[in-house]
């Protein structure tokens, strides 16, 4: 396995391996590596003949009062996983590099990036968008790997990759969680003992109001007892818990037949922000 | 020569060619060709082993009340002329298939898009670099032509390959004219007798400010005289003269040491707002 930490260096590989007719699996992750993004590097080494996984805390898509400067970093442990997973490289440039002074071009996305995370965190997806639209012209992936967990990021790349003709197929995969529920994540780690006693809840929470949602309850009705549900966890603070369309994330249509609700929540639990969603068909 | 119209189709293609080792250059036009576009033809003939000219009136780079409806459109002549200078393709989509319903991303430059012609024309750079990063998507050039007369497009373009990391090199060509000067453009086409007759005192103002330049005269007296000149051509309204350092367009720096001012121009003559410009070495 290789460690390329040059953007040119990397771009030089990718694309001499585009002229060798070699098909390139990305997994773009921010390190601190954890089973979830093990099981997106598996998914890559099974449909690709050459497996990137990029590493960079990706500062385009934090917001100034968030929590970019103690982000997890465990580099030599995150480069062990992705050898052990057959990776071919490990991309993980700097951020100057990444960002040269002067730069002053963006990718946004308006209409899937502006509720939920989008309207808690404003210019989060701008940061998203921007950074992977980079470590694809890098990378030049036919294929990349993203977690359900982030369910809006997935979609809001997806709606990227289609609108700017990408020639990338974006794979989502399920979110993978610890035995007792709740969803993995780099951030898991800011928790203090009491309160990832506390952070199962959350999941719970969104299984009961899928539940109600099956039984037939409104909506409107179950979003509003998921709110409840989730302030009342000891130390919690809501974000957000809202119940949208699984397709556009705006407000539920009453006479969409097909397609899927999806419920999302984001909480503050001590200083980790959690996120945690889940796909319900309509009914 | 092929008559592409499905961005699927086209995409097919060029990563076909990308997998057999060619190297593709792509001329974005238009359409309404002519001698201008002709001597961007040849210069990718000369480097490329594939030419692909698109064809496409971005309905992104018009403002409301701009002049898209109207654009000239030669489609038939535009095909000859391309196969004439040996082009491999012509792409021409159409805008329905370019912006699907529910297009909601956007490519932004936030510096170099600014001044000039991004003051007049809001939006019109977004629309600009949306369109040719899906260009690259679609037609996936190694190189890509561009003409001098759109100055502040050409700049743009390459702040926005280098801040995605595009794998394409920007190439910008000369501006081709008239043999009275005036800068050959589409919408030369919306000039009456008259305004025709006019219109080289565009190029004559220019080079009227390049001299004072070049005497040491200095930049605001230089721009204040260029605007003054332009406004005296009967039928005329000055849309912007601007004397700016051409790197940066931002306003000259009396301390710097190498680099080029630009000259630039958009004045409207009847209906045709006609852009123009020069590069004059710092002195």
Chains 1, 2 share one sequence.
Not at 194 to 211: K, T
């Amino acid at each position: 396995m290789r460690i390329v930490r040059s953007p040119r260096a990397m771009q030089r590989l990718s694309l001499q391996w585009k002229r060798e007719g070699k098909v390139t699996a990305l997994v773009p992750t921010m390190g601190a590596l954890h089973a979830g993004h093990r099981a997106l590097l598996r998914a890559a080494r099974r449909r690709a003949d050459k497996v990137v996984a990029s590493l960079f805390v990706n500062p385009a898509q934090f917001g100034p009062s968030e929590d970019l400067a103690k982000y997890p970093r465990s580099f030599a442990a995150d480069c062990a996983l992705c050898r052990a997973e057959g990776a071919d490289v490990v991309f993980a440039p700097d951020a100057a590099q990444m960002y040269p002074p002067g730069s002053s071009t963006w990718v946004i996305e308006e209409a899937l990036s502006k509720p939920l995370c989008g309207a808690q965190r404003p210019g989060h997806f701008r940061g998203v968008c921007t950074v992977v639209a980079k470590l694809f012209m890098l990378c030049q992936p036919a294929l990349a790997f993203f977690g359900m967990k982030d369910a809006q990021q997935a979609l809001v790349i997806a709606r990227m990759v289609r609108d700017l003709n990408m020639p990338v197929r974006i794979v989502a995969c399920p979110t993978v969680r610890e035995r007792d529920g709740l969803a993995l994540s780099s951030r898991n780690a800011y928790l203090g003992a009491a309160e990832r006693r506390h952070a199962p809840l959350i999941r719970e929470a969104i299984a009961g109001a899928a539940r109600r949602l099956g039984r037939g309850e409104g909506a409107a009705q179950v979003q509003r007892r998921l709110h409840a549900a989730l302030a009342m966890i000891p130390g919690a603070r809501v974000d957000y818990a809202a119940i949208v369309d699984a397709d556009t994330l705006s407000p539920p249509s009453p006479r969409r037949t097909g397609g899927a609700l999806l419920i999302a929540v984001a909480v503050f639990l001590g200083a980790a922000r959690l996120i945690d969603n889940e796909r319900v068909a309509y009914r």
